[in-house]
Nanobody
Framework: VQLVESGGDLVQFGGSLRLSCVIS???????????MGWYRQALGKQRELVAT????????NLRDSVKGRFTISRDNTKNTLYLQMNNLRPEDTAVYYC?????????????WGQGTPVTVSS
């Protein structure tokens, strides 16, 4: 199972970005995963959860500091998870990682992408 993120960039305060995470290496693609999400790690800080989605029913969970600004979504036909980030703040600066968890007997485990950097200038 491979996760490849893209979309990170340098953006000004108040700007927007959309991150993408493409999953490959499974028969069913994104639907072979139970939960997918986005985490971030700022320099010198621990990795933290940003948003998750239960693939089967679309239920989402976002950290309080991004509610109302970030949206997590997926496109099953493209095997892609998205993170739409609006009204970005300097404190959103971090490397953003895609995460997937599966209980499927073929792909049981947890997977990470390589990360995509987001920098928000003040």
């Amino acid at each position: 199972v491979q996760l490849v993120e893209s979309g990170g960039d340098l953006v000004q305060f108040g700007g927007s970005l959309r991150l993408s995470c493409v999953i490959s290496g499974t028969i069913g693609g994104i639907i072979d995963m139970d939960v997918m999400g986005w985490y971030r790690q700022a320099l010198g800080k621990q990795r933290e959860l940003v948003a998750t989605m239960t693939i089967s029913n679309g239920d989402t969970n976002l950290r309080d500091s991004v509610k109302g600004r970030f949206t997590i979504s997926r496109d099953n036909t493209k095997n892609t998870l998205y993170l739409q980030m609006n009204n970005l703040r300097p404190e959103d600066t971090a490397v953003y990682y895609c995460n997937a968890k599966s209980g499927n007997s073929l792909y049981k485990g947890e997977y990470w992408g390589q990360g995509t950097p987001v920098t928000v200038s003040s």
